[in-house]
């Protein structure tokens, strides 16, 4: 799975990281694996509800928005941004 991050997450992480899924696992265990690898993620790994989770950071695969029971793959390309915000 490739994991590609965009605007301040990219100083943390980098552009992207491969991730080696084994078995099953749902964007909930995926944020669990990033808060254990990257500096800043272990904040998220906290987050309950979907709502919480996207007001901080979102995940989008294919264009859509993933929620923390959806499940992942290891074919997956997904993007780490930031929530828009409007002023």
């Excluded at 990281?17 to 254990?36: F, H, P, Y």
């Excluded at 309950?48 to 294919?62: E, W």
């Excluded at 859509?64 to 780490?80: P, T």
């Amino acid at each position: 799975m490739v994991i590609r991050f965009y605007g301040p997450f990219r100083k943390t992480a980098g552009d992207q990281i491969d991730i080696e899924l084994q078995g099953e696992a749902t964007l909930r265990d995926l944020v669990e694996m990033l808060s254990n690898r990257i500096d800043g993620f272990p904040s998220y790994s906290g987050r309950t509800t979907d709502t919480n989770l996207a007001a901080h950071v979102m995940f989008i695969r294919k264009g859509n928005f993933l929620k923390l029971d959806q499940r992942v793959e290891k074919s997956d390309i997904i993007d780490v941004v930031l929530p828009a915000t409007g002023g």
